[in-house]
């Protein structure tokens, strides 16, 4: 069974905006750090942010500080990412990963481990 299910993408005009949600199948969020990456046509799959198990602390790269937003919600082993003024530029397929540690460690997860992803696209 897969160990994350993402959900929550589709087409969006830039500008817009979007709520991704990844549910894992265990408990991880009581224990782990969570990341979002994600892997546009041609380039390579990057981490985009992580989110912390013991204290919150947020991470995101430069590229989507101050539009995106990661949160948690341990009771219903969920982390979500949201998306505000997306641009052509955040298109890719979505996914998320658990860290190794309570913390973000910028760690990537193997090749296997991944869930399906969901698919942003932003255009006009």
């Known amino acids: 069974q897969l160990l994350f299910v993402e959900s929550g993408g589709g087409l969006v005009q830039p500008g817009g905006s979007l709520r991704l949600s990844c549910i894992a199948s265990?408990?991880?969020?009581?224990?782990?750090?969570l990341a979002w990456f994600r892997q546009a046509p041609g380039k390579e799959r990057e981490e985009i942010s992580c989110?912390?198990?013991?204290?919150?602390?947020?991470y995101y790269v430069e590229s989507v500080k101050g539009r995106f937003i990661i949160s948690r919600d341990n009771a219903k082993n969920t982390v979500y990412l949201e998306m505000n003024s997306l641009k052509p530029e955040d298109t890719a397929v979505y996914y998320c990963?658990?860290?190794?540690?309570?913390?973000?460690?910028?760690?990537?997860?193997?090749?296997?481990?991944w869930g399906q992803g969901t698919q942003v696209t932003v255009s006009s």
């Open positions: 265990e408990s991880f969020l009581s224990y782990y750090g």
């Open positions: 989110i912390s198990s013991s204290d919150s602390s947020t």
């Open positions: 990963g658990a860290q190794p540690a309570d913390y973000c460690s910028h760690y990537v997860p193997e090749e296997g481990s």
